[in-house]
C-alpha cells in the first residue's frame, strides 16, 4: 500500500491512533497514550519558544525509504513550508508528486 491510498481510504480517516507505513507497504498502528502527548505538547511549545522562523507542526508525516514514518513533532523551514499545501493538494487530487 501507498501512502496516496491510505490517505484516500475512507477507513482509514479519523482513527483515535497513528498509521504509519513499514518499507514494505504494511500499515503500523500505535495506540495513543496520554503521557506521551503530554510530552510531544511540551517539545512543541519549547521548539515554538525557540525558534523565529519556520513551523512547527506535530504528527508530521515523513515519506522515508522504510515507509511513511509520523514524527511526534517536527521543524519545517519556511520554505519548504511553503510547498507543502501542494504536495498535499495533489495527493488528495491524485496528481503527480
Known amino acids: ?3 496516496e491510498e491510505v490517505c484516500q ?7 483515535p491512533f497513528k498509521i504509519e507505513l513499514n518499507k514494505w507497504g504494511q ?3 500505535s495506540p495513543v497514550k496520554i503521557k506521551h502527548s ?6 512543541q511549545c ?3 519558544s525557540l525558534l523565529n522562523t519556520g513551523e512547527v507542526m506535530p504528527e508530521c ?3 522515508t525509504s522504510d515507509g511513511v ?3 511526534d513533532v517536527v521543524w519545517c523551514s ?3 513550508f511553503s510547498v507543502l499545501p501542494l504536495v498535499l493538494w495533489r495527493i488528495n487530487t491524485k496528481m503527480p508528486v
Open 61 to 63: 508525516a515523513i515519506n
Open 78 to 80: 519556511e520554505e519548504r
Open 9 to 15: 481510504h475512507k477507513q482509514l480517516q479519523d482513527l
Open 69 to 71: 514514518k509520523v514524527a
Open 46 to 48: 519549547l521548539l515554538e
Open 1 to 3: 500500500m501507498r501512502w
Open 27 to 29: 500499515i503500523v498502528m
Open 38 to 43: 503530554f510530552y510531544q505538547g511540551r517539545i
